[in-house]
């Protein structure tokens, strides 16, 4: 029998090569900038990251 998995968490991604920054913001966080709410780019414009505390079918937005 398998074990039940619960994520505390979701992964984002979304491609902005000529961005800046980007970050990952709702009710989560408060719809708040910082450190942890902050993506990491890869060579390819691709950016991701893991946000801790989100759930399934939480709003949010990227902030470019």
Known sequence: MGANLIADGA????????????????????????????LNRDDHGQWRGFIPGVRDRERYMFYV
């Open 11 to 38: 992964t984002f991604r979304v491609w902005a090569p000529n961005a800046r920054s980007v970050h990952v913001i709702g009710d989560f966080n408060q719809r708040q900038r910082g450190e942890a709410s902050l």
